[in-house]
């Protein structure tokens, strides 16, 4: 389902359910409302904000991720459904059983997509762009050689200047990539959950401190979705996460990829990964349903 990422980002307000609706009030007045069964997620990111215990329940029910966000607009927690898929138990048995052979051929996929998707950013913003497909090509089982990582110090100064380092504690140009990626993240950890798997079972990565480690591994060859538009805020003059900015990163779900049914929002791509991997845990497959290495398009 695509529907509404809404934030709270003015302190002291309180939300609450009433009659199937988020229901958003300030010193008692009600300033918003939207009906919970169009919230795709819910992002927390504003001091003093309060919950009633209702809200929290029904998004659960409902499969929408609460994402508390703290400084720098960095995502501190997800709350996340127990129950997510009829499928659950079983998925998340496969998913355990997994081989590693299996996981390290599956995360190669997605490196691989990660670096296209990469390319087709640089691409985009008429930068050079050429090598990345050869990098991706260079991605074996598993990366054991970080081509992700050499990826990644190649793109940052073709996309956002020589300067620029990407650091989550940073404000500016930092900060917008914290807050399109935290949408990023709600939306695949949405999937994720709806799909009846662990969010804490990465794929290669294992952060005994992270309980999102497979949001974050699925949500790679997402990131330069979002590393786009932030280039197009940054050309725009924008750079720092105002109204406008936040407006424009909280359609990220929302954006079209090519894919091999044709185009499909980011949220739709999403969702279709998460089913791909979770045949592939159960023996039936091991080709990720990927988005194809194209430029993104605005829906």
């Not at 659950?88 to 052979?101: H, K, T, V």
């Not at 197009?232 to 996460?241: H, M, P, Q, Y």
């Not at 954006?255 to 091999?260: C, H, K, M, S």
Request: with cysteine; charged share 20%.
């Amino acid at each position: 389902m695509i529907g509404q990422v809404v934030e709270i980002a003015t302190d002291g307000r309180h939300v609450a359910l009433h009659r199937g609706f988020l229901v958003v009030s300030e010193h008692g007045e009600e300033v918003g409302r939207v009906p919970i069964d169009q919230v795709a997620a819910l992002i927390s990111n504003a001091h003093g904000l309060t919950f009633s215990n209702n809200v929290l329940v029904e998004c659960a029910r409902q499969g929408v991720p609460v994402v508390l966000c703290g400084p720098s607009h960095k995502p501190e927690a997800i709350v996340w459904p127990v129950d997510g898929h009829h499928q659950q138990s079983g998925r998340m048995a496969d998913q355990i059983a997994a081989a590693l052979p299996l996981k390290k051929r599956l995360w190669a996929q997605v490196v691989r997509a990660k670096i296209l998707a990469q390319g087709a950013t640089l691409a985009a913003v008429g930068a050079r762009h050429g090598g990345f497909h050869l990098l991706s090509r260079k991605v074996r089982s598993g990366d054991p050689d970080n081509v992700e990582a050499e990826a990644a110090r190649r793109y940052w100064p073709l996309l956002l200047g020589a300067e620029f380092r990407r650091d989550r504690d940073l404000p500016g140009i930092n900060g917008l990539l914290n807050y399109g990626y935290a949408v990023l993240r709600a939306g695949v950890a949405r999937a994720v959950m709806a799909g009846g798997l662990h969010p804490g079972l990465g794929l290669m990565h294992a952060n005994r401190g992270n309980p999102m480690v497979l949001v974050d591994d699925l949500m790679e060859p997402f990131r330069p979705t979002v590393d786009l538009e932030v280039r197009r805020l940054v050309d725009a003059g924008v750079e720092t996460v105002d109204r406008a900015a936040k407006a424009a990163l909280a359609r990220v779900m929302i954006f079209d990829l090519p894919t091999a049914q044709g185009l499909s929002p980011v949220m739709t791509c999403a969702e279709r990964l998460v089913t791909s991997l979770a045949r592939a845990y159960a023996g039936e497959g091991d080709d990720l349903a990927l988005p194809l290495p194209r430029l993104p398009l605005e829906g």
